[in-house]
């Protein structure tokens, strides 16, 4: 006898259902739209790129999204290199070689990275264009759709490759709400995406890694545990910033232990005195994104692991 399968509880506002500890299961309604857009638009461009987070290369990856790219060419691009720590973009950078994956990654937007990204762009596209010259057709402008999860610096890197402010950003999931064209010089068009998540993040784990670069809101996961996550990892690893902002700290400190003490050095107290915990985790969370406690990789290559 067949027997049904239980329907998941309705979704919250955010999309999160919420049916085991494990997953999490969401696909808040706008994102659903953005992807039906995406899939729409897919037809009107020459490449893909994909941006992701070098701190977490695969965990930032949409890979519900990348199943709709059929065989259209795509550009990975691991954004905000310049947060993670060099030792594992080295081992990142490795990892893709090995398989045979071309990625970009993009320190600070520096000049050269930039004009690598429209040499490799330009040099991925080239062989359905030279068709067209040969036949003495001027071909038309390169289209490439920017497309990855939340906040990996989407919208940024438009803005950096047409060096001047045309979309919108700034450190919280879901600012891009249309998706827009722009135009770089020398024939290269950009249409900016809404970040899209895909409908299910695998484990609590990399739930943690998400909230903790903005790509989900806190609410999802809770600060508490995103903070503690941070500091677990910089308890263990400590970088030099980390210690000049909150302190020595010894690798047997738990790091709700470790929060205490961060609240008594930083003054991070309630009415009345008091330690408040509430804004020691916000705290953590906000300086770990504006890079204030160093480089941190959030991901291991999966060999490596
Ligand atoms: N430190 C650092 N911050 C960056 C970098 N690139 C982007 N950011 C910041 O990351 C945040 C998100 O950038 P956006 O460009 O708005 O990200 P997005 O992918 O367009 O986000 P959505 O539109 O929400 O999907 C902003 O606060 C940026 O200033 C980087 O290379 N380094
Ligand atoms: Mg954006």
């Given at each position: 006898?067949?027997?049904?399968?239980?329907?998941?509880?309705?979704?919250?506002?955010?999309?999160?259902?919420?049916?085991?500890k494990?997953?999490?299961?969401?696909?808040p309604?706008?994102?659903?739209?953005?992807?039906?857009?995406?899939?729409?638009?897919?037809?009107?461009v020459?490449?893909?790129?994909?941006?992701?987070?070098?701190?977490?290369p695969?965990?930032?990856?949409?890979?519900?999204?990348?199943?709709?790219?059929?065989?259209?060419?795509?550009?990975?691009?691991?954004n905000?290199?310049?947060?993670?720590?060099p030792?594992?973009?080295?081992?990142?950078?490795?990892?893709?070689?090995?398989?045979?994956?071309?990625?970009?990654?993009?320190?600070?937007?520096?000049?050269?990275t930039?004009?690598?990204l429209?040499?490799?762009?330009?040099?991925?596209?080239?062989?359905p264009?030279?068709?067209?010259?040969?036949?003495?057709?001027?071909?038309?402008?390169?289209?490439?759709?920017?497309?990855g999860?939340?906040?990996?610096?989407?919208?940024?890197?438009?803005?950096?490759?047409?060096?001047?402010?045309?979309?919108?950003?700034g450190?919280?999931?879901?600012?891009?709400?249309?998706?827009?064209?722009?135009?770089?010089?020398?024939?290269?068009?950009?249409?900016?995406?809404?970040?899209?998540?895909?409908?299910?993040?695998?484990?609590?784990?990399?739930?943690?890694?998400?909230?903790?670069?903005?790509?989900?809101?806190?609410?999802?996961?809770?600060?508490?545990?995103?903070?503690?996550?941070?500091?677990?990892?910089?308890?263990?690893?400590?970088?030099?910033?980390?210690?000049?902002?909150?302190?020595?700290?010894?690798?047997d400190?738990?790091?709700?232990?470790?929060?205490?003490?961060?609240?008594?050095?930083?003054?991070?107290?309630?009415?009345?005195?008091?330690?408040?915990?509430?804004?020691?985790?916000?705290?953590?969370?906000?300086?770990?994104?504006?890079?204030?406690?160093?480089?941190?990789?959030?991901?291991?290559?999966?060999?490596v692991e």
């Open positions: 006898m067949k027997t049904k399968k239980p329907a998941l509880p309705p979704p919250t506002k955010d999309g999160v259902s919420g049916d085991n494990h997953a999490i299961h969401w696909f309604g706008h994102m659903k739209k953005a992807k039906e857009e995406i899939e729409k638009n897919l037809r009107k020459d490449l893909i790129l994909e941006v992701r987070d070098a701190r977490a695969l965990v930032t990856a949409n890979l519900d999204l990348a199943k709709t790219f059929g065989s259209k060419k795509r550009l990975i691009i691991l905000k290199a310049n947060l993670n720590d030792r594992s973009t080295q081992l990142w950078k490795a990892w893709f070689l090995a398989h045979k994956e071309r990625v970009l990654f993009i320190e600070d937007y520096q000049p050269k930039l004009k690598r429209v040499r490799e762009v330009k040099e991925i596209t080239a062989g264009r030279e068709g067209l010259l040969k036949k003495g057709i001027n071909p038309p402008p390169i289209r490439m759709m920017v497309l999860i939340p906040n990996v610096g989407k919208s940024t890197l438009i803005n950096r490759l047409c060096r001047h402010k045309k979309a919108n950003t450190d919280k999931p879901g600012l891009t709400k249309n998706q827009a064209w722009a135009v770089i010089d020398k024939g290269l068009e950009l249409l900016d995406t809404p970040g899209v998540m895909p409908p299910r993040v695998q484990s609590e784990k990399e739930g943690r890694v998400l909230c903790a670069i903005h790509a989900i809101r806190d609410e999802i996961i809770g600060k508490q545990k995103v903070a503690n996550f941070v500091l677990e990892k910089l308890i263990k690893n400590p970088t030099p910033e980390f210690t000049q902002r909150y302190g020595a700290v010894t690798s400190k738990s790091p709700q232990q470790f929060a205490e003490e961060i609240g008594e050095t930083m003054n991070l107290v309630k009415k009345g005195g008091e330690i408040s915990p509430e804004k020691v985790f916000e705290r953590v969370l906000a300086d770990f994104r504006n890079g204030r406690l160093g480089k941190i990789s959030l991901e291991d290559p999966p060999d």
